[in-house]
């Protein structure tokens, strides 16, 4: 084989994209992938045990493969003061490409996930509008329905690197209430419309049919917008820790806001002032006066492999690989440091990047040995950069943790431990 | 296909657009479907539980610190402790001040801006494991001992629609309108 010259495009092994297309790059995905070959590269290959016997029959319901690794989402312990409460997050370090499978999208629930038969669920229009209305699930199947691929994330995700500590973790426990996933409903639009909404409606306030009936206000501009009445996650019916029969969908927006198991939606002058934006998804200022409605999330970016509690096995290249997003459009570019910030290299997309929705960036790096500080940052179409640490905490300070979208440094230590680090 | 046939063969498909609500709006020229139940709000009265600061959404009812005790004692007391002490982070109630040193504490007294959310949010989803539970008046009463714990009404004052919604909250000035829609 030839020696092939890597180009390099910032400190620390940084490789120019382009080499992405050439052999010889190292991904660490899932576990369990095992090298068949490239790890004895002068193996006589053998047509394979399976290639020689009929497999297995079609199936109702698909499985991962049993090599696969095992994904799973990470959830907390029941607590029996907060019945059903707490979060299920994703694992972001083991997926590919943009789309959350259902099975992993995260969670948060305020009050347990209801078993909803749809055949009992309503969905109610009321408040300013000429004509109250109530809607079946049966008959919200039958309105004509756009699809739109989104990101989904809760304000309160990253929010414990704010604070700082030992903050010693993966991926998916310091980030992973992050999702995308395609979703598909009745424009709220076009419910809004039948109802007739009067002139001096300003909000929506939705709710939810959970034991803790979650409300959020949404305001009218957005409602009239791009917000869904989703019925359909990926494909398939909402599942039930989504919202199953129906959820509201607030492309771009905070998680909290796109109510899940939706069953009202009131009509007012005013936002209704909910305990969920006021007490809680409110920012604290050092100033002591708290920010409330802080409604798109910021643009951000996250580098997935390598991350938190990885290893590199051997001095070498990688794939370095990330998701970036932005609720204020699209992601125009990522770009990528291997010397904690000093110098960048910008990565390649590995598809167009959709608005308000994951994109997926990759560079190639070429790791010496020595320690290193992996950092992604993200410029968005509205011209948002991603802020480092220092920014959000001189902006901010330490009382709130919601809305963090600073940058992720992961430090590398000459063994090829991976870990949380603060730069 | 002959005349007659294709006379009921149209008149099938207008049954259909008829039974599936796609119909025309006087002076539209798309066909919409329009599938919403018209109905009335006095329908919603058990199931609107929207209580908003302007005091819509209030049902009627009242009740004072005194008689909202018992009712902690009894449905509140097992999580939120003595005093509203709380027995976890989430849990304190009051107590705190906005305005500390160190990381204030936020709870319904420090920080909360509007009282209705109070009643708002004990009515739809406290007890957490029972939530619903309670009737109005038992909601008005321990709202009503929540803000005595916080030094903020009477013990004996009367808590109904008007009075709750006209309390000014300690940090009702201290919040922003963040959403640059407004």
Not at chain 1, 20 to 34: R, V
Not at chain 1, 197 to 209: D, I, L, N
Request: negative net charge; hydrophobic residues 40%.
């Amino acid at each position: 084989m030839k020696e092939l010259q890597w180009e390099k495009a910032a400190g620390n092994g940084l490789l120019n994209r382009r080499h992405l297309l050439q052999l010889g790059l190292t991904g660490l995905g899932a576990a369990g992938a095992s090298a068949a070959f490239g790890q004895d590269a002068g193996a006589i290959l053998q047509i394979p045990e399976w290639s020689r016997m009929p497999g297995a029959n079609a199936s109702a319901y698909g499985e991962r493969s049993r090599y696969a690794g095992d994904l799973q989402r990470m959830a907390g312990t029941p607590d029996p003061i907060y019945p059903g409460g707490g979060s299920s997050r994703t694992p972001l370090q083991f997926l590919q490409g943009t789309i959350t499978p259902n099975a992993l999208h995260f969670e948060r629930h305020h009050a347990g996930i209801p078993d909803i038969d749809p055949a009992g669920h309503t969905l109610v229009i009321n408040g300013l509008v000429r004509q109250p209305l109530a809607f079946s699930y049966e008959n919200l199947l039958k309105y004509p329905m756009v699809s739109r691929i989104n990101f989904l994330e809760c304000s309160g995700n990253s929010g414990a690197l704010l604070r700082g500590g030992n903050a010693d973790g993966t991926a998916q426990s310091l980030h992973g209430l992050l999702s995308c996933a395609e979703w598909t409903g009745v424009p709220l639009s076009t419910l809004l419309d039948e109802a007739s909404v009067s002139p001096e409606a300003r909000w929506v306030a939705a709710v939810g049919a959970d034991a803790a009936s979650m409300g959020r206000s949404v305001p009218i501009e957005k409602a009239l917008d791009d917000v869904l009445v989703a019925l359909y996650q990926n494909g398939e019916p909402i599942r039930p820790g989504q919202g199953y029969p129906v959820r509201l969908f607030c492309p771009g927006w905070e998680g909290n806001i796109s109510v899940k198991w939706l069953t009202q939606l009131k009509l007012m002058r005013e936002p209704a002032q909910f305990r969920d934006e006021t007490s809680k998804y409110t920012d604290t200022m050092p100033d002591r006066s708290s920010l409330q409605f802080t409604f798109p999330m910021g643009v951000k970016s996250l580098i997935t492999s390598p991350s938190g509690r990885m290893n590199l096995p051997r001095p070498g290249i990688y794939q370095v690989t990330g998701v970036a997003w932005s609720g204020h459009g699209a992601i125009r570019r990522v770009e990528v440091s291997a010397d904690g910030g000093a110098t960048w290299a910008e990565a390649e997309m590995q598809a167009e990047p959709g608005d308000k929705a994951l994109a997926r960036f990759t560079i190639p790096w070429e790791w010496s040995g020595g320690p290193a500080v992996l950092q992604s940052r993200a410029a968005d179409s509205a011209g948002n950069v991603q802020p480092v640490r220092d920014e959000v905490l001189a902006a901010r300070g330490t009382i709130s943790f919601y809305h963090n979208n600073c940058i992720q440094s992961w430090g590398v230590d000459d063994g090829g431990a991976i870990s949380n680090v603060y730069v | 296909m002959s005349m007659s046939r294709r006379t009921a063969a149209w008149g099938r498909i207008l049954a259909l657009l008829l039974c599936a609500g796609w119909l025309a709006p006087a002076g539209s020229q798309e066909a919409r479907i329009q599938l919403g139940t018209p109905i009335d709000e006095d329908q919603l009265s058990g199931f609107d539980l929207i209580a908003a600061p302007d005091g819509s959404g209030m049902p009627p009812g009242a009740g004072t610190a005194r008689q909202g005790r018992s009712v902690y004692e009894l449905n509140c007391l097992r999580c939120h402790a003595v005093n509203g002490e709380g027995v976890s982070g989430n849990t304190v109630i009051a107590g705190g001040d906005m305005r500390s040193e160190e990381l204030p504490l936020r709870t319904v007294g420090s920080y909360w801006p509007h009282a209705s959310t109070l009643f708002d949010f004990i009515r739809r989803a406290m007890p957490a494991d029972a939530p619903k539970t309670l009737s109005d008046d038992e909601v008005y009463q321990v709202t009503a001992y929540v803000l005595f714990l916080n030094g903020i009404v009477g013990e004996d004052e009367s808590i109904n629609s008007e009075t709750l919604t006209a309390i000014a909250m300690p940090n009702g000035d201290g919040f922003v309108d963040h959403s640059h829609l407004h």
